[in-house]
C-alpha cells in the first residue's frame, strides 16, 4: 500500500514538473535578401532558402516569455549549420497572437558567423494545436571567418512555418 | 529529340566557369575553392608563373642576352661578378644565382669567365654556376643581382656583358592575389555533404 502510494505521489511530482516546461517545436523556411558592404559600396543579393527547426518552452508557467534554441540549415550554396538561441515574447492585437523575438545567430561549421537577430511571428491557430507561424526577422553579422575582412552582413527573411505544442 | 541541342547548351551554361565574375558578399556565396574579396568571388589557387626565357635554347649566347631579356642579363651580370671577384663566401651566392638562371645564361657565364685573368676568379665558381643553369622558375625572385656579393673593380673584366643597364628582377613573380587570399583555410573541401546549389542566391 505504501509503494503504491509512493507511486502516485512520484507519478504527481513527475507531472507537476512536467508543466513547469511547456514545450513546442516549430520548423519552416526562411528567405529573403541580404545586404554587405562591398568596394563599390552596398551590395544586395538574394539569400539562400534555410531551413529552421527551434524548440521553445515557457519556463514555470511565465507566459509573458518563451525561451528556444534553434538549428538553421541553408539549402543551397556551402551547407553550413547555424544555432539560434533567443527569447519570444508573445503578445496579441486585436485578439491575433503575435510574437517578437530577441537572440543571435550563428553559424558554427564549417565556417563561422555571429550576429543577432530581431524577428516579428504571427501565430494564428491553423488546425487544432498546430499553429502557424508566419512573419519576418532582420540579423545583422559581424563576425566570422565567412565575413570578408572589414565586412558586415544584414539579412531580412519572411519566414513560414508551423509550430506543434509537445 | 528536337530539344537536344538546347540541353546541351544548358548543361554548358552550367558547368561553365561562372565563379569569375560572381558577386559575393560572404565567402560561402562562392564555389568551393574560391573566396570573396571586394564583392567578387576570386580563386584561391594562384595563377601559375609563366617565365618568358624558360624554352630558350642553352647556346642562343650573348646575343640572346642583349636582345632585351631583362632575367637573362640580370643573371648574368650577377654570376660574372661573383665569379670575378673570387669571394668564397660569395662564390655560393652565385651558385643560388645561377641555380635560378635560365639555361640561356650558360653561354654568359662562360664568356665573362673567359674574359678573367688566372687565379681571380676560381673555376669552381663558374663550374657551380654553369652546372646549376637548370632553371628553377619559381625561385626567380631569388636571383637579384645583391645575391652576388660585392662588385669588384676588376669586374670590368665582365663589362661586355653587362652592356646594358641593369634592368633588376623586372621578372619577379608577384602573386596576382587579394589581400584577402591569407584567410584560413575551413576546410570546406573536406566536407564530404552534397551541393545543394540551386542558383537561388546568385546575383541576377
Redesign the interface.
Known sequence: MRALLCSALLLGANTASAKQVEAELGVGLV?GL???N???GT?W?????KLRADWAAHIEEDYSRRYRIGLEV???????LGIRPGVDFPFKVIGWPFSIGLGLRSYVT??T?HGVEGQLSWRPKLLGKIELDAGGSASAFFFG?????Q?A?IEFHGHLGVRLPL | MRFFPLLIAIAAAGCGDDNADQLCIRHSNCAMGWYCSQGVCRDKTPAPVVIADAGSPADSGVTDAAAGDALSVADASAAADASVVGDVSSSSDASDVQTDAAPGDVALTDVAVSDVAPGDAPLADAASATDASEADADQVGDASPQDAGPVDPLSDAAAPVDAGPDPGPLDVPVPDLAPDAGIPDRGFGSFPLPSFDTGFGKPR
Not at chain 1, 541553408?74 to 553550413?80: C, D, G, K, T, V
Not at chain 1, 571567418?145 to 575582412?149: G, K, Q, R, T
Open positions: 528567405t541580404m545586404a554587405g562591398v568596394a563599390s551590395l543579393m538574394g539569400s539562400p532558402f541553408p539549402l543551397h550554396e556551402r551547407i553550413a564549417p565556417y558567423l571567418n565567412d565575413l570578408p575582412s565586412g552582413l
